[in-house]
């Protein structure tokens, strides 16, 4: 099997741990060593001086075929026939892998567009991520995003939405929802965070929300939720939500919830923190509150242990697709989390969520190697992950899929031939 050795850079793991001049061996998709010691004789050698090796990133909270969702009339942003929002969406899966993340887990997307964009990759027809495939948003009738429509007439089913009532609905929406492809459940619990409505209101019912958490669960497949104010996400977690999305109201005895229950957090406040200076009003002010709260208790859910993500509304007005690693600096500058810990959520913990812990997420030797070539250190400066030009190399599977390092002849210093 072919090798390659990525040499003289710093390995940043899933931990955001560095350790200095270590040689990376890669060997057919997996990473084969990582410490001291030369290149293997036959290796095609690539000289990482001056860069950081790290795992490949997720983005947790993925929308495929999102475009300038705020601006384009209703039903917002998903207008167009499903070959366009699919050739969106395959648009947006380079943008991803030329970003550094080499995973996107989805949180929702009409037309079974995630599905077709995955199968498409695998067939080699085109160039993206690992997908972890998403569901319509599943919510029952008269949900916020349901309301969009209603001034529509003749504007038919939005095809963003699955609409259920009753246990026996939500059974049947989810099982649907697996038969198109999802591999996580996208579930619509309240309103809040980006979305206006009464503050506090349940989309759902309990019955409802256990029906369709069961049913996804009895099939192994993970359930997430739009979720924004105490009593949902406290039901929610009781129930056995696997992922809070956005979890506005999240306070200490959520926290501990969270970390008894094993269950993941994407906070995602780069969102409102770019949509605020253009909006206005109450629903603004409660976001903007919103917002600022959850970014004072981050380094609390971190400190005790919850499954920090990072992804986001990439899509809508003021949140471009390919603005990906610009989100880790701004939990830095605005949340004051270490950029170690942030670098842990886009790798480690988006692996655990993907059910990949132990494969990816990391540079051990054994795991697939999606692996980035990073210009600079990035636990110094993390914003260097906010421009895809310091992104040098991207590898997944083991496959270089972008490749801007320059051709140079390799240094081998002493040390590594006396490691050897
Ligand atoms: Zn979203």
Same mark, same amino acid.
């Given at each position: 099997m072919p090798l390659i050795a990525i040499?003289?850079?710093?390995?940043?793991?899933?931990?955001?741990?560095?350790?200095?001049?270590? /040689?990376?061996?890669?060997?057919?998709?997996?990473?084969?060593?990582?410490?001291?010691?030369?290149?293997?004789?036959?290796?095609?050698?690539?000289?990482?001086?001056?860069?950081?090796? =790290?795992?490949?990133?997720?983005?947790?909270?993925?929308?495929?075929?999102?475009?300038?969702?705020?601006?384009?009339?209703?039903?917002?942003?998903?207008?167009?026939?499903?070959?366009?929002?699919?050739?969106?969406?395959?648009?947006?899966?380079?943008?991803?892998?030329?970003?550094?993340?080499?995973?996107?887990?989805?949180?929702?997307?009409?037309?079974?567009?995630?599905?077709?964009?995955?199968?498409?990759?695998?067939? !080699?027809? =085109?160039?993206?991520?690992?997908? =972890?495939?998403?569901?319509?948003?599943?919510?029952?009738?008269?949900?916020?995003?349901d309301t969009y429509m209603r001034w529509h007439w003749q504007a038919g089913e939005h095809p963003g939405a699955l609409v259920c009532d009753g246990p026996e609905a939500f059974r049947k929406g989810v099982r649907t929802e697996i038969k198109r492809g999802a591999e996580i459940i996208k579930i619509f619990a309240s309103v809040g965070h980006s979305v206006r409505g009464k503050y506090g209101l349940m989309e759902l019912s309990r019955e409802e929300l256990k029906a369709a958490i069961d049913a996804a669960h009895e099939r192994g497949v993970k359930v997430r939720t739009h979720i924004a104010n105490k009593p949902a996400i406290r039901m929610a977690l009781e129930l056995g939500m696997d992922v809070i999305d956005h979890g506005d109201g999240l306070d200490d005895e959520l926290i501990a919830m969270m970390v008894e229950r094993g269950a993941f957090l994407v906070p995602s406040c780069f969102h409102p923190y770019r949509a605020l200076p253009i909006r206005s009003g109450p629903h603004a002010e409660i976001m903007k509150q919103d917002m600022e709260a959850m970014l004072a208790i981050l380094p609390k859910a971190q400190a005790a242990g919850v499954k920090i993500l990072v992804g986001d509304d990439f899509g809508t007005l003021t949140l471009e697709h390919g603005e990906y690693g610009k989100e880790?600096?701004?939990?830095?500058?605005?949340?004051?989390?270490?950029?170690?810990?942030?670098?842990?959520?886009?790798?480690?913990?988006?692996?655990?969520? =993907?059910?990949?812990? !132990?494969?990816?997420?990391?540079?051990?030797?054994?795991?697939?190697?999606?692996?980035?070539?990073?210009?600079?250190?990035?636990?110094?400066?993390? /914003?260097?992950?906010?421009?895809?030009?310091?992104?040098?190399?991207?590898?997944?599977?083991?496959?270089v899929e972008k490749n801007l390092m320059a051709e140079r002849p390799v240094r081998v210093t002493p040390q590594q031939l006396v490691d050897a």
């Open positions: 040499v003289n850079a710093t390995v940043i793991d899933g931990a955001g741990k560095r350790t200095q001049g270590a /040689t990376v061996v890669v060997e057919g998709e997996r990473i084969l060593r990582v410490g001291p010691g030369a290149p293997p004789a036959d290796a095609r050698v690539i000289d990482g001086t001056g860069c950081s090796v =790290m795992p490949g990133m997720f983005s947790s909270h993925y929308h495929a075929s999102y475009r300038m969702v705020g601006q384009a009339g209703l039903p917002i942003g998903m207008e167009g026939s499903p070959g366009l929002l699919t050739l969106r969406g395959a648009h947006n899966m380079g943008l991803a892998l030329d970003g550094g993340f080499t995973s996107v887990i989805s949180a929702g997307v009409p037309h079974a567009v995630d599905a077709s964009l995955k199968q498409a990759i695998e067939e !080699g027809i =085109m160039r993206g991520p690992r997908i =972890m495939v998403g569901s319509r948003d599943v919510s029952t009738t008269g949900h916020s995003q880790l600096g701004f939990y830095v500058e605005h949340a004051g989390v270490s950029p170690s810990d942030v670098i842990s959520w886009a790798t480690r913990n988006g692996a655990d969520l =993907m059910g990949m812990a !132990g494969e990816l997420g990391d540079v051990r030797p054994g795991m697939l190697a999606d692996l980035l070539i990073v210009k600079g250190d990035p636990v110094a400066d993390i /914003t260097l992950l906010g421009d895809p030009g310091n992104i040098l190399l991207v590898m997944k599977n083991g496959q």
